[in-house]
């Protein structure tokens, strides 16, 4: 309540500076279901943190960070990403807000007869549209070389040149992780990154993760079933249980036990 | 011992049924009176049809000798013709190939109006499917005959039906497989903020890309069937040539003719499946 009220009060700048997303009122309800998925979900995610979602199947963790970029169309509630609003948006602005937002999904969603290089170039596009980032045979030289790099960060530089319906799951998401690199975006969505990943390449990427928190200032949003990823690469933990927004607490004062009994 | 629980495992599997026995799902749907009814409707239909269709075994009986007379006529295929027959079978083929082209690139920017993910409006998008199934509603030979008509016999009448029946074939396909590509890829470069335009060229095309390889190979051996007919009403290409060589009574020459046909629907037919294999398996 208190810091609430301190937003309030300070100018618009600094506003932008602290919080980089920041959710009230939020609601959703699928058409041709009775319940709603959440309603009235609050918080605010200053920049430069790293949040964790976790909650049970069918909580509504992915369709809430969908609705935090609008992706789904949230009923009510406001969402202001980066000190400006985004409900009012549409078309090319809301387009434009979106460019600093990246966002790794439970499915990888690559375009599946393309290479992995092509796919990671197209995070290019969230900045530049034109020919130059459809394929990696018309992009530039430096583009190629940081399509690469980012591949290379997620180990993935060996199969650049692989259709990505030729990939396995996990290199998949990896890939998909690398286009999100190349994006270079000030804030992360990340639905279960590490879901398909074998336990030590899930580790590196939440490693990976948590370098750019820490070095890059980047804002994380993610969801994970693995306890341990929340307590270990999150300052925050929210808990969506009942369609409402139950858990809101700092990783420190959580243990494995105290958030398994979340699921309960 | 063993009894006793092999009991105890099915009275709990009986009570776990008795809880989800309501949503158990029925093996199969009983069919409703009004289906059945509608079943025996087409049946007397079908037989009423059989008899309109003139099926009659004494005619085909009756016919069997000239068949054979006919036949054989038609060997030794005469050859004195041969030349110009190559060359009509040669444009033949030409207005099947520009054609099919011409509609190809068109039906891309008119798929684009129909698919239910890449139209700007739902009017246009119904505008557009209403035109191109008419287009591909009417048959090819009244298209030939309205061409006929107003631009006049020739080559270039059978060209222009065969873009109209190109678009009303490949438009109608290529919207249809838009729509079946997965959503999700387009969906995450949305959300990153891309363009409208790059998430069509980068993963609609792309992804859309095999079945319109088939499609347009499908298209054009489709074209060159039809082409072959065309020329009976004057819109140019072999079907002249066949159609004066039946009048004429000359069956050798149609005989030579047939063969040509098939020859080319052969050859096209071979190469557009190797082109299919080649450009399927590629990697961009
Ligand atoms: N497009 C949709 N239409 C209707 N209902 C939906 C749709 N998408 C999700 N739901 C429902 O909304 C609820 C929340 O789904 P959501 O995918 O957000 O869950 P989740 O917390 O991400 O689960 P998981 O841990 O399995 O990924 C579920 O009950 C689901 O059935
Ligand atoms: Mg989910």
Redesign the pocket.
Known sequence: MNSCAESLTMPRSVLATTSQLKVSGLAKR????SQS?FSDVNFTISTGQSVALI????????????CCARL?EPDAGSIILDGEALSSKSGSELRKARNRVGFVF?KHCLVPRLSALTNVLHGNLAHRSGPRNWLQGFARQEDRGRAMDCLNQVGMAHVADKRCDQLSGGQAQRVAIARALMQDPKMLFA??PTASLDPQSGDDIMELFSSLVKVRGLTLFF?S?HIEHALNYSDRILG?QERQLLLDTPSQSESLPSLRAFYA | MLERGGETVTSAHKANLSVIGDQMPVRFERPSWLSNILCALFLLFLLWSMSSAGLSLSDLLEGLPNMATIAGEMVPPATDRAGPMANAILVTFQMALVGTVIGILISIPVAMLMARNTSPHPIVRHVARSVVSFFRTVPDLAWALFFVASVGLGAFAGTLTIIIDTIGFCARFFAESMEEVDPGPSEALASIGASPIDRIVVVLLPSAMPSFINTSLFSLEKAVRSSVVLGLVGAGGIGAELAVSMEMFRYDQAATIVIMIFVLVFAVEQFSSVIRNRLLRQNV
């Open positions: 699928f058409d041709g279901c998925v909650g049970a199947n069918g909580a509504g963790k992915s369709t809430l960070l969908r789904i439970q639905d279960e969801v079933h969506l």
